[in-house]
């Protein structure tokens, strides 16, 4: 898939997965961790569906909807996605 947005997506995708792992492995999993997986993956689904759409119509509404989902980071969200970046280098 051609696109630079997805491919920024899909590296924070792999980012996530990759803390969400750690957590995981060492016993620092919470219902928080499991949130930031979920948000932090399909932000990537939805592009990629964008990028799949026939109509015009169509991949404005997805790309929204990943827009939303990035753009609606909660506090705590935002709070675990840098303590995650902290872990990780």
Do not use: H, W
């Amino acid at each position: 898939m051609e696109s630079k947005v997805y491919d920024k997506a899909y590296k924070f995708a792999l980012r996530i997965v990759k803390g969400y792992k750690y957590l995981c492995e060492t016993k620092q999993e919470y219902v928080l961790s499991k949130q930031l997986l979920r948000s932090g993956t399909s932000i990537g689904a939805n592009i990629a569906e964008a990028n799949g759409a026939i109509y015009q119509a169509d991949f404005r509404a997805k790309m929204s909807i990943a827009y939303r989902k990035f753009g609606s980071k909660t506090p705590s969200f935002s709070i675990a996605e840098d303590g995650l970046t902290l872990l990780l280098t």
